[in-house]
């Protein structure tokens, strides 16, 4: 035995896919994105993972949002394989042509990717995203959830938490920001479609999402990843704490890690130590208004209830694992 | 093969011919027996190797040929009214990505009020769309024309759309003469784009463009567009020499030798008007007919010089924009100037287009309305 193997040095194979050499960087430096933001580092390790488990085979689909204007803007382009960008709702269906002229051209070996924001997966693009799933195209869908619509100035979405505050639920003396009886659960949704694979995945957890759309990418039908990325300008953070509140969002149980095979729960990650929600919500200025002023319901116990269910139901104390 | 069969099926059988990869399909009345029609073909194995897509509306519809066809293959899709309204959005974006996507639309009016029955109303409201427009006359010319809208597209790098009126030809059972697969292959070749989504050779589309290139982007996109007169033009003689058959193209002329008068009109009303136009010269009037097949690009120079001699001019046309007036007329005001040019608005909604009527507005002398609107019941509108 020798130190050479306890980290004295480093060698090639052990190294995540983060420091390889042989890194594809399917997402080149230089994009237009924020400091710190989440999506960025999201998408540079989803489609990094998808590029190695499918052999460099990958089709990029992009709806209109952060991503698509961050990273493709004419003449520049950070994408270093195929990609398009249509319109913001249209993406799932996009992706559906390019996977039925694929598989007419017989080059299933191909993997197309379809992704978005939460405004395009959540809101306008739900329809097309829905009918992707029920024919069950071979097309695997990557949501990145910054819980608004941040590119045109963080405005309230489907997937906005309750009591949030957006440019369009701003708290004043008669509301609490975002209406606590709004949003909806697409994780849930995709798997009540009978899929053959939905995860959730976080940049808190990069190792996790890399295995997730390593797997993902490589199973048939219709596929649906859902990864939460902070954003630090709309969200009200350091560009240097993403990584930090996306891990936060996990402790407390607002973010459950999961996943799922033909519509069945199979897997979770579980918390080491649990935290209170007020831990992940103060850390960020849209919470603010919930620390300065009291409110019924009491918006930091509504929010604490949904990470406790969160808990109870994806059995986030343990884990589950029925693979 | 001469063929009994109703316009959709006819539209079905030409679309089969062309060997498209991806069909998508979305019911909306009256387009829907086209893909019906095609649908079956693809189960019968008629339409071998292609993919038929059920999507859940007509934006999921387009979109799917827009992915299709960006991945480098024959794509189509139809619809009508309220379909085409609804995938809007993806009409100016296949046309913006310079994508050769097939579209037929079976003209029906639009809502409110719902209205199922035909006028161009739909047609209209995609003219500023970029795609390439043309409106058939009879149920043979409407086959004739998605063989040619194949050929068109993919070498101009545009988007066409073939404009059929709903149930007046979709439903009609006419004979049609439908070529053989291989004669339609000789005409169509294989389709190969230059460029496409390709793991070998990757490549961004649909990139954001800033004020820096986006106007010069829409420039090209128009002079590509007036550049493809001579396209159509000459894929309408090819399409002569070899189907033996004149179809597409620009205009057809009806009785315009020495007409003083020169209706002109869009799609399936000209078999009406020349009844009407055959009565009329018997009775020593001299009226001609110009049927108007391709819309976009507009051919004004073309319809300049059919319209020189003609001293008044008057448009039969199935739409107009609600606050101005008929767009056919007004666009026809920018090709010639100098004319005495009636509007008149007619089978609205699907409002009957009768030979009486016509008769009656060819002969009006000393009109003092620009603008007239056929089989208007003043009835209904005093008792409002």
């Known amino acids: 035995m020798s130190s050479l193997t306890l980290g004295n040095r480093i060698k090639s194979e052990n190294v995540t896919i983060q420091a390889s050499r042989l890194r594809p960087n399917t997402i080149s430096s230089g994009h237009r994105a924020c400091q710190g933001c989440g999506e960025a580092l999201a998408a540079r390790c989803a489609i990094d993972a998808a590029y190695e488990a499918a052999n460099g085979k990958i089709i990029l689909v992009n709806a209109t949002g952060c991503l698509e204007v961050f990273s493709c803007a004419t003449p520049e382009n950070a994408w270093k394989i195929p990609w398009i960008h249509s319109l913001f709702g249209n993406a799932p269906a996009v992706a559906s042509g390019v996977a039925a002229a694929l598989s007419n051209q017989k080059r299933n070996d191909i993997r197309i990717i379809a992704q978005g924001g939460d405004g395009s997966t959540y809101d306008i693009g739900m329809g097309c995203l829905s009918g992707m799933f029920e024919r069950n195209d071979d097309v695997l869908y990557i949501c990145y959830d910054n819980q608004a619509y941040m590119n045109t100035g963080v405005q309230r979405s489907g997937a906005t938490l309750p009591f949030t505050r957006t440019a369009t639920t701003l708290p004043n003396s008669k509301y609490m920001g975002n209406d606590p009886q709004t949003g909806k659960n697409v994780p849930q949704i995709a798997m009540a479609h009978g899929i053959p694979y939905v995860a959730t995945a976080s940049i808190g957890h990069i190792h996790d999402l890399e295995q997730k759309i390593a797997k993902a990418v490589q199973i048939n039908g219709a596929r649906y990843v859902h990864i939460h990325v902070p954003c630090p300008l709309g969200w009200g953070f350091e560009p240097s704490k993403t990584v930090k509140i996306a891990k936060l969002a996990i402790k407390c149980g607002l973010f459950p890690l999961f996943e799922a095979e033909n519509g069945k729960v199979t897997k979770s990650t579980p918390i080491d130590e649990v935290i209170a929600v007020d831990d992940y919500l103060k850390a960020q200025r849209r919470f603010a208004h919930l620390f300065s002023k009291s409110a019924s319901p009491d918006p930091l116990s509504f929010l604490q209830k949904i990470a406790d269910k969160n808990i109870e139901k994806y059995g986030l104390k343990k884990g589950i694992s029925n693979e | ?384």
Not at chain 2, 300 to 326: C, H, P, Q, T, Y
Request: with cysteine; aromatic share 8%; hydrophobic share 45%.
């Open chain 2, 1 to 384: 093969m001469l063929c009994q069969l109703e316009g959709s099926q006819a539209i079905a059988r030409a679309i089969a011919l062309c060997r498209p990869k991806v069909v998508c399909a979305y019911p909306i009345t009256p387009q829907t027996h086209i893909v019906e029609g095609l649908g079956e073909l693809v189960r019968s194995g008629e339409l071998s190797e292609c993919e038929f897509i059920n999507v859940e509306s007509e934006m999921a519809a387009l979109s799917v040929a827009i992915g299709s066809e960006a991945a480098g293959v024959r794509s189509y899709t139809a619809t009508s009214s309220q379909g085409l309204l609804y995938m809007m959005e993806a009409v100016y974006n296949a046309s913006g990505m310079e994508l050769p996507i097939v579209m037929t639309l079976g003209n029906r009016t639009i809502g409110a009020p719902i209205n199922i029955w035909n006028d161009h109303s739909d047609a209209m409201s995609a003219r500023d769309a970029g795609w390439m427009m043309f409106f058939a006359e009879t149920n043979q010319e409407a086959l004739d024309l998605h063989i040619q809208a194949f050929k068109i597209a993919e070498k101009t790098k545009n988007p066409v759309m073939i404009c059929v009126d709903g149930f007046i030809l979709t439903h009609a059972y006419e004979r049609v003469d439908i070529p053989s697969q291989e004669e339609v292959d000789k005409f169509l070749p294989f389709y190969s784009p230059e460029v496409c989504l390709d793991i070998e050779e990757p490549l961004a589309m649909g990139a954001m463009v800033s004020p820096d290139y986006f106007m010069e982007v829409r420039y090209i996109a128009h002079i590509k567009q007036m550049k493809a007169i001579e396209t159509i033009g000459s894929i309408s003689e090819e399409f002569f020499q070899k189907f033996k058959r004149k179809s597409g193209g620009f205009l057809r002329e009806y009785e315009i030798d020495g007409a003083e008068t020169v209706i002109v009109s869009m799609g399936s009303v000209a078999g009406t008007i020349k009844e009407v136009i055959d009565e009329l010269n018997a009775n020593g009037e001299k009226i001609g007919l110009l049927s108007l097949i391709c819309y976009r690009p507009f051919p004004a120079d073309i319809l300049n010089k059919a319209l020189k001699n003609a001293k008044k001019i008057i448009v039969v046309e199935k739409a107009f924009a609600i606050g101005i007036g008929g767009f056919l007329s007004r666009e026809i005001e920018l090709a010639i100037k100098d004319k005495e040019i009636v509007s008149v608005i007619a089978g609205i909604g699907g409002r009957n287009i009768t030979r009486s009527m016509l008769k009656e507005c060819f002969l009006q002398k000393n009109n003092n309305q620009s603008t007239k609107f056929l089989g208007l019941n003043e009835g209904i509108i005093e008792a409002q």
